[in-house]
């Protein structure tokens, strides 16, 4: 068994395969999914599990050097963007970089998520909790 905190395979495996600016789309339970992207629902019901324990989790175990966000989770669900920026200061911290935040319209996120390699859906209900996470190189 691993030893680190992210034990879903399928969540584990995909990040293990990402190269250099690959993404994971991590998203709330009404996120459409492109049928061409690998889906990996972790939704029970209505907020479980939450968007910030999923995203706590992957960012436990992937390099990040980007995220692309919507605009309007600024202005809509500003509590979650808040607890979103907290954690990628964090991150840099501990990776030592800078993480590069990139805010597109939602429309636009949505077809960016085609590109990713894995949408990852939680019970999130926030209005715009949805993330792509790109990979950097841990040298």
Same mark, same amino acid.
């Given at each position: ?37 690998? *889906? ?46 907290? *954690? ?52």
């Amino acid at each position: 068994m691993k030893k680190g905190k992210l034990i879903h395979n399928e969540i584990s495996h995909t990040i293990s395969k990402l190269g250099h600016t690959d993404g994971i789309t991590i998203g709330d339970c009404g996120l459409p999914i492109p049928d061409t992207v690998k *889906r990996i629902d972790l939704a029970i019901t209505l907020g479980v599990p939450d968007f910030i324990t999923v995203f706590d989790t992957v960012l436990s175990e992937q390099w990040v050097e980007e995220v692309i966000l919507a605009e309007e989770m600024e202005i809509h669900s500003k509590h979650m963007y808040e607890k979103i920026i907290l *954690r990628l200061k964090e991150l840099e911290k501990e990776q030592g970089n800078i993480i590069k935040i990139v805010k597109i319209p939602h429309e636009a996120f949505k077809k960016k998520t085609i590109e990713t390699k894995a949408v990852i859906r939680t019970g999130e209900c926030t209005p715009y909790a949805n993330i792509i996470l790109k990979s950097g190189v841990v040298f």
